[in-house]
């Protein structure tokens, strides 16, 4: 059975991969995703906040109260011991490029252009092997307007693609007036890949203490839907890989996002809920499921059920809506 | 730092200081350190332990083995260990840690072991405690047997250590090397380093062997450290008499050897002077290098003087001595830096009039007059100018003998008068004063400044940095010399070229100009526009302005840092403006040094800091102005005096000039003779050092007293009075109705002392109240100070006059504890300190009754701190005696405090029923069988012993036992003795005694302000560390859990004991206070308190406390022996299972961050603390569970 995937560029043994997740955190658990199949690691995201906060909150909470006291000069052993997020970062993706032989994939979060991106460059030092830049970015400002954020992320990305040579993806969110002519933006600019989707992180409201409060659900399968539709929508509008993130759970989890248009599928929740060894599951569910079906490779899976090969196109397109509305009025 | 080991090509020059210096030689030449925090040798051993973390190597391929002790007792005896087991050990210390080490210093020399100890000179705690320097430590050794060698500058310090070492190897007497502290250990200036050969060839490797074949071993067992008796002892005590012999020549052996490998020549007696000189000066240290420079003055005046520096003081040679002497010399004049009272003369002196009386006794010769002098106690300057006084002094027939120099001694006149004026300073000396905020980065950018200069182009450059006593706002005072030629000058700059004020509101306070040269250059960082600056200076500014002719030129550091995204660090900014005025360096030049050195301090900080800061400097030239000086526009506002004009004598006389940093112009008559001082002096110095400071919303306010409660400074405060009270108060006075059953029709005030608030917004944090339509808002925000402090602080003097709550009605809640009046405040301590909050509450609740004893360490610092402190009196005039020992006695030292009050309180217990007749049975009755549970317990046997007072009073005077009563009358009012520190003295160097005096039974209440670190000198680990967090001496993250102090006190059953996070549960840290105080016994209260060695924002300090009980890492609890007399279980738990993963409350931590850079260690270290912390909760939850026993007798139940 040949589940071979090209996934931005990089030849891996199958599409199932485990997602950005805190999993890669604990070197005994990235050792069991190895052994369970992975074949590639995809690492958490390093946040331009936490690049620039962090950097600057060292310089403030540790040199502030420096030279100020005769009795003491300083506060905290010297500068070079002290590791922060950052370089923990860059430190992590060695050690685990050290531990396993898959390919490791760095993750960097940022929206603005600013120093964080020098970071692009320092990950692809560290050894990864590829790079997902997750676009996460929140539209608040009434001023500026759907095009001008369209140009600044694409500035962005440019300047990521700029500095480095490893293969890029780039990770979305589902909200853009036109998903397929953005995609094709990134394509020109070189984009490796398309991630769809990130998940929003949104927060929750404290009613007695007057907070927002920060929470993360675990996905649900039901996200996939809305993957599945843009899987099958860009497939083949685009060469940049499809990657679908979110929801994917199951067996036939897999298989809908490779039939959709996906040349990889990123796995998180259902790693994190059952463990390292559920990636197994999954890659041993998609080799029987084909082998049952005879079919010999990922190759005419994919993408066989999007919007240019579906036997009904329609069902993906507003036309699906109207019946189902239809349908639910009688 | 010079490279410890193995660097191809040494620089030929570099700036650093003898801390440094000596450091990067002990590492090389020694296996093995022990050493123990003390200041200001503490970034000796600092160095060494970061060097071992970074595996470099010593001459022997190795990397030293470093461990850190409880004390300096315990770090003397691991080197005793380490030295006879045949390593090569060293250790740096200075002070009470040298006197500490003293039993085994006379071990280690009358066992002849090769061992050199680097000691930064520093004073001996006395009347008062002093961090500065002066020889009174290493003096109080000169009889251990060591070898004392001294260096007088940081080339010096470097050199002798090497020499140090190669001597004791050859001699077998062990070493003590010793620099000034402060003024050598901290001074930078240029040092040529010694390379690895020359260490090598230095050090002899078959006297390295013949050591380590004296080693203890099993394979050739040896015996030492008999139990001699009468018949020996003495006998072979005199056996080492020729290796002391010996000494002397091979020292000088190693100095010339030295010599010849560097080209620096030293003398172990050095003269420097005029060959035939007539008058010569003996001293020891960095003062040598004063005399000499003055010595070279004088001679250039024709006059025949020379300086005779003692580098090598035990063994004293003589025969050296007098052959270094010149032969036409007919008066010396000998100086010490310490002073032995009521000996006939200080050391030095001593030995100086010994040798010449030996030397010449056999020769026909006239011999010189001697005198002997002190100078320089506790870093008291030295100057040029006191040197020519002392040489003046010898040219009378008969000098003062015993003299003093740099003080005016007014009581038994032995000072000799200089001239102030006197500066002997080359032009070609450029100097530069910069006053400077602690915060702001003066110091570190000026030492840059330094080595820019110093290393990076063909100048000599020497900087000094003297800081504030205060924690919070302090001023740093950097002194810098640039010069052509080599910098001999260990004293202040007195007139300076370029003078800089990088903070504005320091021109009210001090005379910054007063050290301006007449044509100097004047930098200010200003707020504000600079053209406008002119008008905004106090008269006295613009007047030294124009009678000095400066040029003057402000800037706006402020902005241009805002803007340039830096905050509040204007550092790099006035550094830049420094460059680009002083014409030390071409402009170009200068500028672009300053971006290279940007690059290499920054470059690890990562980009971003970097750029913030190579935009500031672009941004700072264009901000920079000239201010266009009026010759006679003195339209300022006179600057205000240093304290108000209603303070009391000794404050107006005494503490206002020390406040305006002129103590050194106060006369010995003018203080205390026994180190008493008047508490209540730091409401006099209002510092005015918030930026934005919290305003009440009363209708938003519930009246919690939170804020109170939580303020270290003891600047937000509550009331609750009676509306009559209102009248007259200020229009802006702001009060609501009271909220309270017990106490209807009142109003409430929650007020801002707007002048003594640091705004470290502590109170914000913790308000609870929101604005229920814009959740943002508080009922106390933050706003800008300068807006609001006149208002504010009229509001605040009429607040302080409302009526202070009856204790005796006050309920005992929280909220109610807030209004009981603080004798604890505006303290020196950090901004958003998480000590004193502690501290504050105590004296709230107990304070009118309480003695308290201190041991060394932050809260000694900011609770006994020159010129102002904090603890102050109620209305009746009591309030905290406060007092501090030492660091490693001070639960011992409140034992004695215990013992001293019930031993007055048990006598006039005894005498009462003798008076019985004269006050009445019922009144002695009562007096003696008096329930003092309670406040109103409290009130009415005051009440009581007022009462007996008036009647003994009446009796008639020469009634017997009249007077011996009276005094002892208040001693029938329960007083409480609070034995206060952090946990470097509860769980390391005091732990000892903590634990005897635990073990006594007597009522003592210790209070641990647990940092989980050495604070006041700099975060060093103690064994409160917990597992994870880093701190010096452990600077990968310990790897073991913290020690459980309360633990360890519950198995003696009889010790109240509570561990409290006010953060966390108030209500919790106020019970084991009032629970702490009402047992019997003793009670140790560990007490959670945040601290800037974490690594956050101290406004969080509140929630990081939270999350610490939350997560488990800190379990809330308390133990009662009394509960067990109800059959209750004396374990009570106020907190629940964890409930958070550890890493919530750790992340937020720069501590926790340091084992990031090894992953799995990290993941390793965080798993294990995790496991340790539920583990050790589940211990808790076993051992409030379990059956308990019988509380033993003795537990101090019966104890009064």
Redesign the interface.
């Known amino acids: 059975m040949n589940l071979e995937t090209n996934y931005l560029g990089l030849k891996l043994a199958h599409p199932i991969l485990p997602g950005a997740s805190p999993l890669v955190?604990?070197?005994d658990k990235v050792r069991r995703l190895e052994d369970a199949g992975a074949p590639a690691l995809v690492m958490h995201s390093l946040f331009e906040e936490q690049?620039?906060l962090e950097?600057?909150?060292?310089?403030?909470?540790?040199?502030?109260?420096?030279?100020?006291?005769?009795?003491?000069?300083?506060?905290?052993?010297?500068?070079?011991?002290?590791?922060?997020g950052?370089?923990?970062y860059l430190?992590?993706i060695r050690?685990i490029r050290e531990a396993v032989s898959v390919p490791v994939i760095g993750s960097l979060n940022g929206i603005r252009l600013?120093?964080?991106v020098?970071y692009a460059g320092l990950i692809e030092r560290a050894g990864a092997s590829a790079l997902e830049l997750n676009m996460y970015f929140l539209p608040t400002d009434a001023s500026e307007s759907a095009a001008d954020t369209e140009r600044r992320m694409l500035e962005i990305v440019k300047a990521v693609k700029g500095a480095i040579k490893i293969p890029l993806a780039v990770k979305l969110s589902p909200f853009f007036s036109s998903l397929p002519h953005f995609t094709q933006e990134l394509e020109v600019i070189g984009v490796d890949g398309i991630v769809l989707f990130n998940r929003f992180y949104q927060p929750d409201i404290d009613i007695e203490n007057?907070?927002a409060t920060p929470h993360l659900e675990l996905s649900h399968p039901a996200e996939l839907r809305l993957r599945l539709r843009w899987l099958a929508i860009l497939f083949g509008q685009t060469k940049a890989t499809l990657i679908a993130s979110g929801g994917v759970h199951r067996t036939q989890d897999v298989i809908k996002a490779v039939m959709a248009g996906a040349g990889g599928v990123q796995v998180v929740s259902s790693l994190l809920k059952f463990g390292p060894e559920h990636l197994q599951t999954l890659i041993k569910g998609l080799s029987s499921w084909m082998e049952q079906r005879e079919y010999e490779s990922l190759k005419p899976i994919q993408g066989s059920m999007s919007l240019r090969h579906a036997p009904n196109p329609e069902a993906l397109e507003r036309a699906n809506y109207l019946r189902m509305l239809q349908v639910w009025r009688t | 730092m010079i490279a410890p080991n193995n660097t191809p090509s040494q620089p030929e020059r570099v700036t650093l200081d003898a801390n440094d210096a000596v450091a990067s030689v002990a590492y090389r030449l020694n296996d093995a350190f022990a050493i123990y925090p003390i200041t200001p040798s503490t970034p000796m051993a600092e160095i060494v332990d970061q060097w071992t973390s970074r595996n470099r190597l010593n001459l022997w391929g190795q990397v030293p083995q470093v461990m850190e002790m409880q004390s300096e007792g315990g770090a003397a005896g691991a080197l005793h260990g380490l030295l006879q087991a045949g390593a090569l050990a060293s250790s740096f210390t200075s002070s009470q840690g040298l006197l500490l080490m003293i039993p085994n210093l006379y071990k280690i020399a009358g066992e002849l072991t090769p061992f050199c100890l680097h000691v930064a000179a520093r004073s001996l705690a006395t009347h008062a405690l002093s961090i500065f320097g002066d020889h009174s430590d290493v003096m109080a050794c000169r009889q251990t047997g060591f070898a004392l060698l001294s260096a007088g500058s940081p080339q010096e310090a470097q050199d002798f250590a090497c020499i140090a070492q190669a001597a004791t190897l050859k001699s077998r007497v062990p070493f003590m090397h010793f620099f000034d502290g402060f003024r050598t250990s901290h001074e930078i200036n240029a040092v040529t380093p010694l390379s690895d050969e020359v260490l090598r060839a230095m050090i002899d490797e078959s006297a390295v062997l013949a050591h380590r074949r004296r080693a203890l071993t099993p394979d050739q067992p040896v015996l030492r450290g008999t139990a001699q008796n009468p018949d020996v002892f003495f006998q072979a005590r005199e056996s080492a008499n020729p290796y002391y012999d010996r000494t002397a020549g091979i020292v000088q052996a190693a100095m010339d050897q030295f010599a010849e490998l560097t080209g620096r020549a030293y003398r172990i007696f050095e003269y420097e002077g005029y060959p035939e000189a007539e008058r010569v000066l003996v001293v020891m240290g960095s003062g040598g290098e004063t005399v000499a420079e003055t010595v070279a003055w004088l001679r250039e005046k024709g006059e025949k003087v020379g300086v005779l520096r003692v580098r090598l003081f035990r063994p004293f040679s003589v025969e050296h001595f007098l052959a270094a002497l010149p032969a036409t010399v007919r008066s010396i004049s000998v100086l010490d830096r310490c002073k032995e009272p009521g000996a006939a003369g200080e050391p030095l002196y001593q030995d100086v009039v010994s040798a010449l009386w030996e030397g010449h006794q056999n020769e026909n010769r006239t011999q010189p007059v001697v005198v002997g002098g002190r100078y320089g106690l506790g870093s008291k300057e030295f100057t040029p100018a006191m040197v020519k006084a002392v040489f003046d002094e010898l040219k009378h027939e008969q000098p003062k003998n015993h003299f003093t120099v740099g003080i005016v001694d007014d009581v038994t006149h032995h000072s000799l008068p200089w001239d102030s004026e006197l500066d002997i300073e080359s032009p070609e000396v450029n100097r530069a004063l910069f006053y400077g905020l602690g915060s702001d980065g003066t110091v570190g950018a000026n030492k840059n400044t330094v080595k820019i200069i110093g290393e990076e182009t063909d100048n000599f450059a020497q900087g000094y940095f003297v800081y504030d006593s205060k924690k919070s706002g302090a001023m740093t005072i950097s002194h810098l010399r640039f010069s052509p030629r080599p910098i001999r000058a260990p004293y202040l700059i007195r007139t300076a070229d370029f003078v800089a004020c990088h903070h504005f509101p320091f021109l009210q306070r001090f005379e910054i100009l007063e050290s301006a040269a007449r044509g100097a250059t004047f930098l200010l960082n200003a707020p504000g526009e600079p053209e406008s600056i002119w008008k905004r200076l106090p008269r006295e500014v613009q007047e030294a302005i124009v009678e000095k002719n400066l040029r003057f030129y402000a800037i706006d550091a402020y902005k241009v840092a805002r803007e340039a995204g830096m905050g509040g660090r204007t550092n790099i900014i006035m550094q830049t403006c420094f460059f680009a005025l002083s014409g030390v360096l071409p402009k170009e030049t200068a500028l672009e040094k300053i971006k290279d050195s940007i690059e290499k301090t920054y470059g690890s900080k990562g980009r971003k800091v970097v750029e913030k800061n190579l935009v500031a400097v672009d941004s700072t030239l264009a901000a920079l102005r000239e201010v266009n000086v009026p010759r006679e526009a003195f339209n300022g506002t006179p600057r205000p005096p240093a304290i108000a004009e209603d303070a009391p004598d000794f404050l107006q006389r005494v503490t206002a000039v020390m406040m305006a940093n002129k103590g050194d112009l106060l006369p010995v008559s003018a203080f205390p003779v026994d180190g008493t001082w008047p508490t209540g002096t730091s409401k006099w110095e209002r510092r005015n050092l918030a930026t934005h400071i919290p305003v009440w919303d009363p209708d938003l306010c519930i009246q919690c007293n939170k804020c109170v409660m939580a303020c270290p400074h003891a600047t937000i405060r509550a009331k609750f009075f009676d509306k009559e009270e209102l009248t007259g108060a200020p229009q802006t006075f702001k009060s609501t109705k009271f909220r309270s059953r017990d106490f209807p029709d009142h109003l409430y005030s929650l007020q801002v002392a707007p002048e003594d608030c640091t705004g470290c917004e502590l109170c914000v944090h913790v308000c609870p109240a929101k604005d229920k339509a814009e959740p943002g808002r508080k009922a106390i925000n933050m706003e800008p100070q300068p807006e609001l402090v006149a208002q504010e602080r009229e509001n605040y003097d009429f607040f302080l006059e409302l009526p202070a709550p009856d204790r005796t009605q006050v309920p005992g809640d929280v909220k109610h504890s807030q209004f009981l009046e603080p004798l604890f405040e505006y303290s020196g301590a950090c901004a958003g300190c998480g000590e004193t909050p502690y501290v504050k509450l105590l004296t709230q609740l107990f304070g009118d009754r309480s003695l308290i004893a201190n041991a060394t360490g932050c809260s000694s610092i900011y609770g006994g701190n020159l010129p102002t402190t904090p603890y102050t009196v109620d209305r009746d005039g009591r309030g905290p005696a406060w007092s501090n020992s030492l660091f490693e006695d001070n639960a011992e030292f409140g034992l004695g405090l215990r013992l001293a009050v019930d031993q007055r309180a048990a006598e006039v217990r005894l005498l009462l029923p003798d008076y019985a007749s004269k006050l009445g049975d019922d009144l002695v009755r009562d007096l003696l069988d008096a329930d003092q549970g309670t406040e109103t317990g409290i009130a009415a046997q005051r009440e009581r012993v007022a009462g007996a007072r008036e009647k003994l009073k009446a009796l008639p005077d020469g009634e017997a036992g009249k007077e011996r009563i009276l005094h002892l009358l208040d001693y029938l009012v329960k007083k409480n003795v609070w034995i206060l520190g952090g946990d470097g003295w509860a769980y390391d160097i005091g732990y000892g005694g903590l634990d005897h005096v635990m073990s006594t039974g007597r009522d003592v209440n210790i209070l641990v302000l647990d940092t989980e670190v050495y604070s006041n000198t700099g975060g060093q680990c103690s064994k409160s560390t917990p597992m994870g967090a880093a701190a010096k001496f452990f600077v990968k993250g310990k790897p073991l859990p913290k020690k459980d102090l309360g633990l360890i006190a519950m198995t003696y059953g009889s010790v109240y004991v509570a561990r409290i996070a006010m953060g966390a549960k108030d209500s919790q840290t106020l019970q084991a206070l009032k629970e702490a105080e009402s047992y019997p016994g003793p009670s140790l209260i560990i007490a959670y308190s945040h601290c800037i060695a974490h690594g956050y924002s101290m406004f969080q300090g509140m929630d990081q406390q939270k999350l610490a009980v939350q997560s488990g890492a800190w379990p809330i609890f308390r133990y009662d022996p009394r509960l067990g007399d109800h059959g209750k279980h004396p374990l009570q738990l106020d907190c629940r299972p964890p409930s958070i993963p550890l890493s919530e409350y750790t992340a937020n931590e720069l501590r926790f961050r340091a084992a990031k850079g090894d992953p799995e260690r990290a993941e390793k270290m965080g798993r294990l603390a995790q496991d340790h912390v539920r583990s050790h909760f589940r211990l808790y939850e076993q051992l409030a569970a379990s059956s308990f026993g019988i509380v033993p007798e003795g537990n101090g139940h019966d104890q009064k």
Do not use: C, K, V
């Open positions: 955190d604990n070197m690049i620039e950097l600057t909150a060292r310089h403030y909470h540790q040199d502030r109260h420096e030279e100020s006291f005769g009795e003491a000069t300083s506060y905290f052993p010297d500068d070079d011991e002290f590791t922060l950052p370089d923990e430190e992590r050690r600013g120093g964080w020098d007057l907070e």
